[in-house]
């Protein structure tokens, strides 16, 4: 077929291609857009904590004790929990991951101010918490039991000067060390920041803030804890642990101290991952929504379009088929009319999509958009306005000839 007569015909009704070609245009930039924004929220909250089986893994944190003696309170509370038949271990910490709140400091390698001071989360293991956690040791040692200090705040704040880091976090501080193991890191970078040596190198461990970006991993771990009545204990549920364990785990600890208050109940990793991701489903949602809708619109258009321009044409398609045109002549005209519109909206589109990702880039710390994204949603809109411009290219062409010229 030729193209040349499209076009002319085109040309001279320039509005209705325009306007397609603008939506066309509009709905391309922001698909693609959207569907990145999309991918890259649904993978954040998709990255795992390092913590091996979350649903099997509960936290649960207090408030104010009147317990004056909290390190015997600690071990009481520890050892009836690991004496629970649903148990298979359990911990004291001071944070964990994904719960959105805890402590941080800035490590550094040298004791001058312009030595970069990298942020980590600082996780404080009783000697069974990397084991609560399932968290793998990949390099170096463990601590032992005489390394775990019991450390009151109130007397004291000094930490121990050995720690195990996860291995993000090593490859960010030593990215030219053969191993991190052996090194020395400070707490910050002022002439009297206490030094810290690596023992080891862990696997995955989230901080709880979970950030975006690769310091959603940078975690150190001191051998230590805390005497403080609102540190959250860790538990470890066995395979197939009953119904009623949460409660259970709950009534234990009641015993040792019933006035203590519980603190938004007890809950699993995965249900602080569920609250902790909530925004970014919510986002990925929001633009599900708004991707379908667009989509609808267009292909809305292009159909509403069409179906007037084949009332207007009903005329041309008449003569054309009394002139031995057969009905896949007039499907691929529209076809290919419809084509040329799309082709020169998606053109227009990936100009308008890179310069919306420079803008998103910008604002949302998103990456490059990959040409490759490019590439499939030109695909998809080519599609999409082929797919809809058939239910009216199909209607044209059962035109009967007497019918189409009647009034001529």
Known sequence: MEIRPILSALLRNKTGALLIAAQVALTFAIVVNAAYVIRDRLATAARPSGIDDENRVLTVRFGMTSEQNLDALQQRDLAALRSLPDVESASVTNHVPLGQGGWSAGFALERTNSSPNISAGMSFDDGSLLKTYGVKLLEGRYFSPEEIAVIDPATSRDNPPIVLITQEFAKKMFPDAASAVGKTMYLGNSSDAPAVTVIGVIGRLQTPWAQLRENHLFTVVFPQRLLQSYNPYVIRLKPGAS????QTVL???????PDRVVLKGIQSIAELRATRYRGEHAVAGLLIAVTAFLLLVTASGIVGMVSLWVNLRRKQIGVRRAL???RIDI???FVTENLLITSCGVIAGVIAARGLNVVLMRNMSLPELPWAGLVVGA??????GLLSVMGPAMRASRLSPALATRSI
């Not at 119904?243 to 949460?246: E, I, M, N, T």
């Not at 009534?251 to 101290?257: G, I, M, V």
Request: overall charge positive; glycine content about 4%; aromatic content about 8%.
């Open 251 to 257: 009534d234990t600890l009641a015993k040792n101290d």
């Open 324 to 326: 031995g045109a057969t």
């Open 243 to 246: 119904a009623s364990a949460r």
């Open 379 to 384: 695909f998809a809109l080519l599609l999409l």
């Open 331 to 333: 499907v691929r005209y």
